[in-house]
């Protein structure tokens, strides 16, 4: 396939890992072009990434395969609608906005091949994981060239349901931040148990690090890893059955069905 013209609608930090990523993987500068309303910011990526950062949205998309929004969801329908002339039949429309719908995205811009994708902030340091939903406009071409745009910051995964999109939200989306207060505890634990703070977080962050290549490396899950390093009458099976008598897999799963919840709300609020 040929390399797509990609167009992204602001140039914020999701917007920026992916043109980034995009760089890294080989696409050339000159089919990558982007807009933003600050002056600073447009300085900014266009000297890391050496793409053209336009003031004007209407004038980043011409010529663009696929149009990137990569705005904030409170201001989506006035960007949209305001960008909607500008264009042209097939051009896809990829949107990384949380809570908007693609029948939302088409009442706005019209009717047109629309890919809406949940990343998460990951993708940042080229880790991220993507949910991905495409309407009945989307080509199997075009489906592949939203994939690549995703993959050059982690995985994308496709789900065959939009409604999906909130559970991918409460799992990956939201996610990090879960990890990061686990990763909170356990450094203030440590610190409570004697262990200098700055020693408490070192040993923290990698061994989160450490247990997350396994994972990802292993053949087995998370189940059967965490079996073989919890030893019968062990420190580490104190550590768990003590986790489990405060109820905490019923507690993860009351989190994500909040976030999942919240996630719909927000969608059915913002698309109005």
Known sequence: MSTPRIAFIGAGNMAASLIG???AKGVAA???????????????????????VLESNADAVQGADVVVLAIKPQVMKTVCQALAPSLTEGQLVVSIAAGITCASLAAWLGPRPIVRCMPNTP???????????ANTEVSAAQREQAEQLLSAVGIALWLDEERLID??????GSGPAYFFLLMEAMTAAGEKLGLPRATAEQLTLQTALGAARMAVASDVDAAELR???????GTTEAAIKT??????????QQALTAADRRSAELAEQLGQ
């Open 21 to 23: 990523g995009l760089r």
């Open 30 to 52: 000159e089919h990558i072009r982007a807009s933003d309303p600050g002056a600073e910011q447009r300085a900014k990526i266009a000297a890391e990434h050496g793409i053209e």
């Open 123 to 133: 993708a940042l340091v080229g880790q991220g994981a993507s949910g991905l939903y």
């Open 167 to 172: 559970a991918v939200t409460a799992v990956s």
């Open 227 to 233: 079996r073989r390093v919890t030893s019968p009458n």
């Open 243 to 252: 986790f489990q008598a405060g109820g905490f897999e019923a507690l993860v």
